[in-house]
């Protein structure tokens, strides 16, 4: 199984920072990472898919990036809506895995 | 709009089977993607448990070949997940979604296994 290293898993931030998160698979992924947003109770929400494509209805504040083994997640002017928990999915290969999540909190 | 919704008991005993059922709207499942079944553990760990495909094949995390079965019923357009012999380990959050991507997800059904 491909392992997602994901960090961090807890990140503090203040209205209209800037944030990033990583994800490092185990292996090459060929750039098939997504990115989910969570909120409590809700389903995820996916973001971006093949490592920098927006998903329709994305604000342009979030963004993709990577190859090989490590990917990144920024959002841009973090905003109140934004609070929630971020994942990594790699669909290369199966089992596709997650990374552990990272939890966003307003600091 | 494509809307994916699980259903099926909150609680299941140990040994016993665990069943749920996605009832998907707005796309039919055997017009293309795979159809996942997806859960999330209390502490937030994901796991991705296997998917049946438009043409009914299927494929299964090996952590959980042996338990697990993936079906459908074209004419509902559903699909559904048996985990066999749950223990307590396997209180989660389920969830179906579609896709290698997963970009539609259900809304999640939290199932727990106690006696």
């Known amino acids: 199984d491909i392992q997602m290293t994901q960090s961090p898993p807890s990140l503090s931030a203040s209205l209209g920072d800037k944030v990033t998160i990583t994800c490092q698979a185990s292996?090459?992924?060929?750039?098939?990472i997504a990115w989910y947003q969570q909120k409590p109770g809700k389903a995820p929400r996916q973001l971006i898919r093949?490592?920098?494509t927006l998903v329709s209805g994305t604000p342009s504040r979030f963004s993709g990036s990577g190859s090989g083994r490590d990917y990144s997640f920024s959002i841009s002017n973090v905003e109140s809506e934004d609070i929630a928990s971020y994942y990594c999915l790699q669909y290369d290969n199966l089992p596709r895995t997650f990374g552990g999540g990272t939890k966003l909190e307003l600091k | 709009e494509i809307q994916l919704q699980e259903s099926g008991p909150g609680l299941v005993k140990p040994s016993q089977s665990l069943s749920l059922t996605c009832s998907v709207t707005?796309?039919?499942?055997?017009?293309?993607?795979?159809w996942s079944w997806i859960r999330k553990f209390p502490g937030n760990k994901m796991e991705w448990m296997g998917y049946?495909?438009?043409?009914?094949?299927?494929n299964y995390n090996p952590s959980l070949k042996s338990r697990i079965s993936i079906t459908r019923d074209t004419s509902k357009n559903q699909f559904f997940l048996q985990l066999n012999s749950v223990t307590t380990e396997d209180t989660a959050t389920y969830y179906c979604?579609?896709?290698?991507?997963?970009?539609?997800w259900g809304q999640g059904v939290m199932v727990t296994v106690s006696s």
């Open positions: 292996q090459n992924i060929n750039k098939y």
């Open positions: 707005g796309y039919t499942i055997t017009s293309g993607y795979d």
């Open positions: 093949y490592t920098s």
């Open positions: 049946i495909s438009y043409s009914g094949s299927t």
């Open positions: 979604a579609r896709g290698g991507g997963s970009d539609y």
